[in-house]
């Protein structure tokens, strides 16, 4: 599981780079309102995501050989999940606001609705589609 981490954090630590580069730029002071609330709202999420995601190592690391592992990986599985969450909604906030930005509100928000489908297809769907398949638990 925390390999996985590690590979979801990257994109986290990625995004959130990305958002704050944002707000230095000149064409920022130009953002309507709703722009404005799509952009603190994203990065407020890419923060959630990533203290999410690096929740499961801190817990190991202090509760390491303390004989917790079963609800360490419970608790660690919850928080990714709900890590997961957060990350879809602010990889669709971002689009929702570079398209925004750069074709219209109508554009953004449907660029921002279809990544979060998307993202929902492959996180939730797929998963439980296989899940239905298999008998079983994809992530056994």
Same mark, same amino acid.
């Given at each position: 599981?925390? !390999?996985?981490?590690? #590979?979801?954090?990257? @994109?986290?630590?990625?995004?959130?780079?990305?958002? $704050?580069?944002?707000?230095?730029?000149?064409?920022?002071?130009? $953002?309507?309102?709703?722009?404005?609330?799509?952009?603190?709202?994203?990065?407020?999420?890419?923060?959630?995501? *990533?203290?999410?995601?690096?929740?499961?190592?801190?817990?190991?690391?202090?509760?390491?050989?303390?004989?917790?592992?079963? !609800?360490?990986?419970?608790?660690?599985?919850?928080?990714?999940?709900?890590?997961?969450?957060?990350?879809?909604?602010?990889?669709?906030?971002?689009? $929702?606001?570079?398209?925004?930005?750069?074709?219209?509100?109508? @554009?953004?928000?449907? *660029?921002?609705? @279809?990544?979060? #489908?998307?993202?929902? @297809?492959?996180?939730?769907?797929?998963?439980?589609?296989?899940?239905?398949?298999?008998?079983?638990?994809?992530?056994?």
């Amino acid at each position: 599981m925390l !390999q996985e981490l590690r #590979v979801t954090q990257t @994109g986290v630590q990625i995004l959130f780079a990305f958002l $704050l580069t944002l707000a230095f730029t000149p064409r920022f002071p130009s $953002l309507d309102t709703m722009q404005r609330a799509t952009y603190v709202t994203t990065l407020l999420l890419s923060v959630l995501a *990533a203290m999410l995601f690096t929740a499961p190592a801190a817990l190991h690391r202090r509760l390491f050989q303390q004989g917790a592992k079963p !609800q360490l990986v419970t608790v660690s599985s919850h928080l990714a999940q709900l890590g997961m969450a957060v990350l879809a909604l602010a990889l669709a906030g971002s689009v $929702l606001l570079v398209v925004d930005v750069a074709v219209g509100r109508v @554009g953004g928000i449907v *660029a921002g609705a @279809g990544t979060l #489908v998307v993202c929902l @297809g492959l996180w939730a769907l797929v998963p439980d589609v296989m899940r239905r398949r298999t008998g079983r638990n994809p992530e056994d």
